[in-house]
């Protein structure tokens, strides 16, 4: 298995600009998650899915951010409009139901994004 | 609120020089406390799932323990390779929430 892909892997963009970030989930995964890492905040949980539908959105900062998961292998991450402070480096991750590991998540590379 | 603290922030540690790194937490009922290792511009990787208070797992230099308020991961004989930033994570019970993440501690190993 190729494991969680994301891409791009890098984006740098200037303020103001939508940008939209994307993964795909492990095949057979049926949970996926939007993670956020920036040495203030360390690893922040934005949003994730179950089976294709958001179950908690608490993280999400605000209306800027939105997600979505059109099926069970593709969900994207938008920003609109961008600001710098929302460079970062952003995760995906993704899970299955009943893994002989509760819980047990697998990352992707992750999308480093700098706003300028 | 569930709360994971790890310390130290950071560690340095001759190669074979042994040492642990600590996670305590503050959840209202664990269901599971879980180690990530990170290396530079990569994703976590999990390590161990510990489920209850007097639990081990051993991953070759690696040993986490869990009590009821606190987790460490034991680094026997430490090697170069073993430089990483070490990530805890909580689930609680009953919660919607999913992983809860400490702030890491990021450990270099000298040769």
């Known amino acids: 298995d190729a494991g969680v892909i994301q891409s791009p892997r890098h984006e740098v963009t200037e303020m103001g600009q939508e940008v939209t970030l994307r993964c795909k989930p492990i095949?057979?995964?049926?949970?996926l998650f939007w993670y956020r890492q920036t040495m203030m905040r360390g690893l922040e949980l934005l949003i994730y899915f179950n089976n294709n539908v958001p179950i908690d959105d608490s993280g999400m900062p605000e209306d800027r951010f939105s997600a979505k998961m059109p099926n069970a292998s593709f969900s994207t991450l938008k920003i609109q409009p961008s600001e710098p402070r929302d460079s970062a480096v952003y995760f995906c991750a993704s899970r299955e139901t009943g893994s002989s590991s509760y819980n047990e998540q697998f990352f992707g590379p992750g999308t480093r994004l700098t706003v300028l | 609120e569930d709360q994971v603290t790890q310390s130290p922030e950071a560690l340095r540690l001759q190669e074979g020089e042994s040492s642990s790194l600590n996670c305590s937490y503050t959840?209202?009922?664990?269901?599971?406390l879980f180690w990530y290792r990170q290396d530079p511009g990569k994703g976590p990787e999990f390590l161990f799932t510990?489920?209850?208070a007097g639990e081990e797992k051993e991953k070759e230099r690696l040993k986490a323990t869990l009590t009821k308020k606190e987790s460490f991961l034991h680094i026997t004989a430490p090697k170069p390779e073993d430089s990483a930033t070490y990530l805890c994570a909580v689930k609680a019970s009953g919660s919607a929430r999913q992983l809860t993440f400490g702030s890491g501690t990021q450990l270099t190993v000298l040769p």
């Open positions: 510990l489920y209850s």
């Open positions: 959840v209202s009922g664990l269901r599971g």
């Open positions: 095949s057979g995964h049926d949970y």
